[in-house]
T-cell receptor
Framework: DAGVIQSPRHEVTEMGQEVTLRCKPISGHNSLFWYRQTMMRGLELLIYFNNNVPIDDSGMPEDRFSAKMPNASFSTLKIQPSEPRDSAVYFC???????????FGEGSRLTVL | QKEVEQDPGPLSVPEGAIVSLNCTYSNSAFQYFMWYRQYSRKGPELLMYTYSSGNKEDGRFTAQVDKSSKYISLFIRDSQPSDSATYLCAMRRNGDYKLSFGAGTTVTVRA
């Protein structure tokens, strides 16, 4: 079975540009999470969807960040406008139930110049 | 103070040594304790999963939870170069979707 699929794997952009990260969860999983990982702060939960509905977005840093899940097989995380401090690895993870085993994608490494 | 504390290391050991990793936590409501392994440039993958206190063994890996001390450990016996990775502890309350992660400990096993 395919795992969680993220794209792009690497993104280099300039400050002020829009960035869109994409995620395809494991088929049949009804819970999706976006995490951000940095050396300074470790893994931080940004947003949690259950059955395509955002349940907890308290970790989204500010209004520049938005996330959508239009259907069970696709989610996006958008940063507009991007800033150098957004540079991090962004992970998408899914699970069968919200409190079940998390399966992570390979991450999208974002560098904002 | 962070909810979960984990020494980031790095830790370097010779092949065949026992690797000992640990985390402390402050929230006594945590019931589920996990260890994730993260290889370089990859996503974390679940290694061990323990409910409440006690020990759990899986091959060369042993996870221990001491809820009275709010302390969890992971031991890797007969360590191999392929065990070189970052190990993150994680924990959550019963029924909660939110995981609290440690900072991760980077381990290198030298051949």
């Amino acid at each position: 079975d395919a795992g969680v699929i993220q794209s792009p794997r690497h993104e280099v952009t300039e400050m002020g540009q829009e960035v869109t990260l994409r995620c395809k969860p494991i088929s049949g999983h009804n819970s999706l999470f976006w995490y951000r990982q940095t050396m300074m702060r470790g893994l931080e939960l940004l947003i949690y969807f259950n059955n395509n509905v955002p349940i907890d977005d308290s970790g989204m840093p500010e209004d520049r960040f938005s996330a959508k899940m239009p259907n069970a097989s696709f989610s996006t995380l958008k940063i507009q406008p991007s800033e150098p401090r957004d540079s991090a690895v962004y992970f998408c993870a899914s699970t069968l139930e919200g409190a079940g085993e998390l399966f992570f994608g390979e991450g999208s490494r974002l560098t904002v110049l | 103070q962070k909810e979960v504390e984990q020494d980031p290391g790095p830790l370097s050991v010779p092949e065949g040594a026992i690797v000992s990793l640990n985390c402390t936590y402050s929230n006594s409501a945590f019931q589920y304790f996990m260890w994730y392994r993260q290889y370089s440039r990859k996503g974390p993958e679940l290694l061990m999963y323990t409910y409440s206190s006690g020990n759990k063994e899986d091959g060369r890996f042993t996870a221990q939870v001491d809820k009275s001390s709010k302390y969890i450990s992971l031991f890797i016996r007969d360590s191999q170069p392929s065990d070189s990775a970052t190990y993150l502890c994680a924990m959550r309350r019963n029924g909660d979707y939110k995981l609290s992660f440690g900072a991760g400990t980077t381990v290198t096993v030298r051949a």
